[in-house]
């Protein structure tokens, strides 16, 4: 079985930055995700594992809060992993 790497890039506003966060986390075949600015800096490089679990999740969910309430658009780049 091969592994891919995909990546997928999606726009959101800050108040639903969490909400898409969190999505994205419970599709579980999601590697890496990369909270940009709306000129294109990194605020947010997080790398995700299988073993991701709530109580290790808990500090990045308050860091992508923190990151909301300070922007007003920021780009989400999605690194998945797909079996072929």
């Given at each position: 079985?091969?592994?891919?790497?995909?990546?997928?890039?999606?726009?959101?506003?800050?108040?639903?930055?969490?909400?898409?966060?969190?999505?994205?986390?419970?599709?579980?075949?999601?590697?890496?995700?990369?909270?940009?600015?709306?000129?294109?800096?990194?605020?947010?490089?997080?790398?995700?594992?299988?073993?991701?679990?709530?109580?290790?999740?808990?500090?990045?969910?308050?860091?992508?809060?923190?990151?909301a309430a300070?922007?007003?658009?920021?780009?989400?780049?999605?690194?998945?992993?797909?079996?072929?």
């Amino acid at each position: 079985m091969v592994k891919t790497k995909k990546e997928e890039t999606f726009r959101v506003d800050g108040a639903g930055l969490l909400k898409k966060f969190k999505e994205l986390v419970k599709e579980g075949n999601v590697r890496r995700i990369t909270i940009k600015e709306k000129a294109g800096r990194t605020i947010l490089d997080i790398p995700l594992t299988i073993g991701v679990i709530g109580a290790v999740l808990t500090p990045v969910l308050a860091a992508v809060g923190a990151v909301a309430a300070l922007i007003t658009e920021c780009t989400i780049s999605v690194e998945r992993e797909i079996k072929n």
